[in-house]
Every structure is written in C-alpha cells, then in structure tokens.
T-cell receptor, first 115, second 114 residues
Framework: EAGVAQSPRYKIIEKRQSVAFWCNPI?????LYWYQQILGQGPKLLIQ????????DSQLPKDRFSAERLKGVDSTLKIQPAKLEDSAVYLCASILFSGGITEAFFGQGTRLTVV | DAKTTQPTSMDCAEGRAANLPCNHSTISGNEYVYWYRQIHSQGPQYIIH???NNETNEMASLIITEDRKSSTLILPHATLRDTAVYYCIVRVVRSGGGADGLTFGKGTHLIIQP
C-alpha cells in the first residue's frame, strides 16, 4: 500500500513571500488532516477535511493560511504572506476509520524555513 | 479530549524493556488511549491503542490500569531504532468514524543507550 505523499520535502522562502504544500493521501481515505510542528513541540492540528469539505479549521490562522481539497483526494495548504514564526514542519495525515477506531498515517512532511 | 501527562524524557539500555508511562486521570468512558511515536525527521507513526484491556501487537504492549487513569507502553526489547518521541493521546470513539482530530502533547523523548 502506497503511503502519504508530500511535496516539497524542504522549502526556504523570505518573509512576506507565499508558499504552497501538497499532499496526496492514501487511496480511499476520506479524511485528511494538516498539522504544523514547530521544532521541539508536538504536531498542532490546523485543519480537518472529510472528502472535499472542511470539518474543522478553528486552529488555522485564516488571515494568512488557506487549504483546499477540491476533488476530495489530494490537498494543498498555502501560506500568504509567510512570517518568520511559520518556520516549521507541515505534516499531512491520511485517516483510516475502522470499527470506530482511528489510525492516522503521516507523510514525511515539508520543512519550511522562513528567513 | 482528555489531557495526558508524560515525562519529558527517558533513557533505556539497548535490549532492555522500555516502559513509558502516561497519566490520563480525566479520561472518560468512551475515550481510547492511543500511542504514536515520531522518529527524527519523520512523521508520527501509529503504535497501538486500547480501551480498558491490555493490548499487544508486533511493536509493543499497552497496559491500562483498572481505573483507566494511567497506562504504560512497553517496548519489550528496545533497540537503537526505537529512539524517538512517544506520544500518548486519548480521544473519543465516535460511531461511524467522523473527522475527530488527534491532539498531540509534547510526548516523551525516549533515548536508547547502546
């Protein structure tokens, strides 16, 4: 079974520039999460998708962050404009629900450095 | 979701059993205990989960106290590759699934010593 694909693996941008991250979840997984992980901290949930709809984006800084999952498969997370504090690893998780149990499969993440 | 408390870091000798504790004193009856780990530069990886019975799989064992207020993840024969941050998470089981986000704390940094 193919895993969760994320790209790019690394990105360096200057503050105030824009950036986009892409995620292709495991085939058949309807639910997808984006996380932000700052160095030394646990992953912080940003947004949850169920198919192509947003279930919860309460933790997403909507003044600069946006995300979409137009066809209910792959997803894009965008930051515009980026700030220094956005430097982090951005993780995508593909979620399997089975018998009420949740198992999350994570991609390797995109490491963003804002300079 | 209930909060969990884990030690910041632990050491364990290679080949010995690593026992990672987690306190979840406010857990409710419909919340499962999940364990994930994150090896350096990788995304988190599912290890095991349980409700009230002890569980074992090819990776680890999960021991949950009778009152469910704490649990212990056991790696029976730790290797250097088990060095990682281990996260204990409790979350509600919702019938029919549904998008219920996994909330990570800071976890325990387990260091396996050669």
């Amino acid at each position: 079974e193919a895993g969760v694909a994320q790209s790019p693996r690394y990105k360096i941008i200057e503050k105030r520039q824009s950036v986009a991250f892409w995620c292709n979840p495991i085939s058949g997984h309807a639910t997808l999460y984006w996380y932000q992980q700052i160095l030394g901290q646990g992953p912080k949930l940003l947004i949850q998708f169920q198919n192509n709809g947003v279930v919860d984006d309460s933790q997403l800084p909507k003044d600069r962050f946006s995300a979409e999952r137009l066809k209910g498969v792959d997803s894009t997370l965008k930051i515009q404009p980026a700030k220094l504090e956005d430097s982090a690893v951005y993780l995508c998780a593909s979620i399997l629900f089975s018998g009420g149990i949740t198992e999350a499969f994570f991609g390797q993440g995109t490491r963003l450095t804002v300079v | 979701d209930a909060k969990t408390t884990q030690p910041t870091s632990m050491d364990c000798a290679e080949g010995r059993a690593a026992n990672l504790p987690c306190n979840h004193s406010t857990i409710s009856g419909n919340e499962y205990v999940y364990w994930y780990r994150q090896i350096h530069s990788q995304g988190p990886q599912y290890i095991i989960h349980g409700l009230k019975n002890n569980e074992t799989n090819e990776m680890a064992s999960l021991i949950i106290t009778e009152d469910r207020k704490s649990s212990t993840l056991i790696l029976p024969h730790a290797t250097l590759r088990d060095t990682a941050v281990y996260y204990c998470i409790v979350r509600v089981v919702r019938s029919g699934g549904g998008a219920d986000g996994l909330t990570f704390g800071k976890g325990t940094h387990l260091i396996i010593q050669p």
